[in-house]
């Protein structure tokens, strides 16, 4: 079975950066459809990037323009380059693959049959 972990997540300023990463233990070729999501407590998981092997990359409205997700099927990885942090985008970052999906799809959360264990990302203010 596909094992997905995440890293990268850590404690950062309001207004910094902060990369993530997604390692899969298969080809990512065959993880057609894989997405990033996030969830903060007491609140419900949302989508926040998703990249199929074709077409462009999808982005929550609250994250477009500041976070960047890219797939490198040669390394097994997707990353989730996260800029000008908001307190709003602490949350558990997880990475989440299916096989394939509908390109509009991307971001709904049972649209993915893998799932990592996560990693925390914290913003100070």
């Known amino acids: 079975e596909v094992q997905l972990v995440e890293s990268g997540g850590g404690l950062v300023q309001s207004g910094g950066s902060l990369n993530l990463t997604c390692s899969a233990s298969?080809?990512?070729?065959?993880?057609?459809?894989m997405a990033w999501f996030r969830q903060a407590p007491g609140k419900e998981r949302e989508g926040v990037a998703g990249?199929?092997?074709?077409?462009?990359?999808i982005y929550a409205s609250s994250v477009k323009g500041r976070f960047t997700i890219s797939r490198d099927n040669a390394k097994n990885t997707i990353h989730l380059q996260m800029r000008d942090l908001k307190p709003d985008d602490a949350a558990m970052y997880y990475c989440?693959?299916?096989?394939?999906?509908?390109?509009?799809?991307?971001?709904?959360?049972?649209?993915?049959?893998?799932w990592g264990q996560g990693t925390q990302v914290a913003i100070s203010s």
């Open positions: 989440a693959a299916t096989t394939s999906c509908a390109w509009d799809l991307l971001l709904v959360d049972y649209t993915h049959t893998l």
């Open positions: 298969q080809y990512t070729y065959n993880l057609g459809c």
């Open positions: 990249v199929a092997q074709r077409g462009p990359p």
